[in-house]
Structure formats: structure tokens, C-alpha cells
């Protein structure tokens, strides 16, 4: 399989000697695991949300790509801790620290520790669009119907 390089500055001394650089979990993974890079853990009350910095700028630099930062399903369902963002999107021309907004949308206190993993990083292929102005559509099956408009939901 071929690899997207991307280029990744660490803005943290800590990340790459006590916090691991991402990576993905098995030769298949999709996601790349985001980790906290905090000075102490740091408790979220229920409802609570804070931006958490992972210590990592990356630049796409390429267009036709972009990124999303995306919970981590386990911490999700068992924890409450999800996105306050609920999709974080990484521009291409992005070069700032990577920030995950953490929400803890269960009904227990949940603690971060330094280093845990909180999310995880997808490159993505895009498209960008440029308008074409029309007055009207070519005719399609579904036309204008929506929201639940094939079935009873
Ligand atoms: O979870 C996130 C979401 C975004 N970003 C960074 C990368 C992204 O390219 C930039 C801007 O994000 P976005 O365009 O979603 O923010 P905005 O609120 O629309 O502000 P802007 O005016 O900066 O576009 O912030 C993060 O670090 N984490």
C-alpha cells in the first residue's frame, strides 16, 4: 500500500520521548491516534468542553486532501467523551498546533491524563467544487424529496 507523506512538526519536547508520535494501531487502521499533551490531567465534568493541545502542527499542503479529527469510539460509548466540534476538519493549508475539543457529554467526571489518546486523525481526498449556475436540474428519481421522504422514517 501506498503512503500519503506528510509533513509533522513537533511543538512539544515531550512528544516522541514520553508521549509516542501517532500511529496507527494495525496495518489496517484508518485513523491515526491523537494524544493529550498536557502538563497535569485534566478533569471534565459532565458537560464540560476544553480545546486540548497535541503538541503536533502537520501541513497537508495538498489541496486534493484534508483531514478530520474524529472521537474515539470507545471513549465515546463508555466514557461520553466526544468532540464539542463533533468533527474537527484540518484544512490543507493549515499549519497550526492540532487542538481536539473535548466533550465530556456523559454524566460521570472523566479524567484526561497526559498523554492519553482522545481522538484520532483521518486523511481524507477532496474535491473541490466550482459552480456551475443553472436554471433548473435534468429530472432524477428522487428529485426534490428529502428527510425520510423513501419510507416511513
Ligand atoms: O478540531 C479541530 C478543527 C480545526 N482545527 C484547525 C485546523 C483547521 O484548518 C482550522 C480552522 O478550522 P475551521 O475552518 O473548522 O474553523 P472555523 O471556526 O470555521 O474558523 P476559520 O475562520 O479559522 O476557518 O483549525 C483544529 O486544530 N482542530
Redesign the pocket.
Known amino acids: 500500500m501506498t503512503k500519503q507523506s506528510l509533513q509533522v512538526r513537533v511543538l512539544d519536547p515531550r512528544i516522541g520521548d514520553t508521549i509516542p508520535l501517532p500511529e496507527y494501531a494495525t496495518d489496517g487502521s484508518a485513523g491515526l491516534d491523537l494524544r493529550a499533551c498536557l502538563d497535569q490531567p485534566l478533569t471534565l465534568e459532565p458537560g464540560q468542553t476544553e480545546l486540548l493541545k497535541t503538541g503536533l502542527a502537520i501541513h497537508i499542503g495538498d489541496p486534493s486532501l484534508a483531514a478530520m ?1 474524529l472521537p474515539r469510539s470507545g471513549l465515546g460509548h463508555k466514557h461520553g467523551i466526544v ?1 464539542g ?1 463533533l468533527v ?4 490543507s493549508d ?1 499549519q ?6 473535548c466533550w465530556n457529554r456523559g454524566k460521570t467526571p472523566f479524567t484526561v491524563e497526559a498523554g492519553e489518546r482522545i481522538a484520532q486523525l483521518v486523511l481524507v481526498p477532496v474535491v473541490q467544487a466550482e459552480f456551475e449556475l443553472v436554471d433548473s436540474f435534468e429530472s432524477s428519481d428522487r428529485g426534490a424529496g428529502g428527510f425520510g421522504s423513501t419510507g416511513k422514517h
Do not use: A, C, K, P
Not at 474537527?88 to 484544512?91: K, R, S
Not at 497550526?96 to 475539543?101: A, D, F, R, W, Y
Open positions: 479529527i468532540l466540534n474537527g476538519l484540518i484544512d493549515y497550526g498546533e492540532l487542538m481536539v475539543s
